[in-house]
Nanobody, 121 residues
Framework: QVQLVESGGGLVQAGGSLRLSCAAS????????MGWFRQTPGKEREFLAA????????SYTDRVKGRFTISRDNAKITVYLQMNSLKPEDTAVYYC??????????????WGQGTQVTVSS
C-alpha cells in the first residue's frame, strides 16, 4: 500500500507558474498509474492528468492541455505537476492519486491530502 503527500501549492498571479510535487511511500509505487485531480467546494472532483507505470504514456483533460505537464521520477518516488499560464479558474485543492490499473482511467484507490492552489487576477 502507498501513502501520497502533496506539496507546492500557494498563491500565484494569473499567468504565473507553480510546480506541485507528490511524495509517495510504499514499495508498490512503480506499479501504479498516477494522476492529478482538483476540486472546489460544492463541485465534482475533476480529472486533470495521468501518467502510466513507467511514464511512457500520459493523458490530459483539454482544459489544461498545453499548460500543465505531468511527470514521475520512480527513483525519487515522486510525481510532479508543472502548471504554467495559470488562470483564476484554476483555483482549487489539488490532489494526487494512484491506481493499480494499467489503464490511466483508474480506478484510483490511493489519494493524498490535497494542496491549495489560488490564482489571483
Amino acid at each position: 500500500q502507498v501513502q501520497l503527500v502533496e506539496s507546492g501549492g500557494g498563491l500565484v498571479q494569473a499567468g504565473g507558474s507553480l510546480r506541485l510535487s507528490c511524495a509517495a511511500s510504499g514499495v508498490t509505487f512503480t506499479t501504479l498509474t498516477m494522476g492529478w485531480f482538483r476540486q472546489t467546494p460544492g463541485k465534482e472532483r475533476e480529472f486533470l492528468a495521468a501518467i502510466s507505470w513507467r511514464g511512457g504514456t500520459t493523458s490530459y483533460t483539454d482544459r489544461v492541455k498545453g499548460r500543465f505537464t505531468i511527470s514521475r521520477d520512480n527513483a525519487k518516488i515522486t510525481v510532479y505537476l508543472q502548471m504554467n499560464s495559470l488562470k483564476p479558474e484554476d483555483t482549487a485543492v489539488y490532489y494526487c492519486a494512484g491506481s493499480r490499473s494499467a489503464g490511466i482511467s483508474g480506478p484510483y484507490a490511493y489519494w493524498g491530502q490535497g494542496t491549495q492552489v489560488t490564482v489571483s487576477s
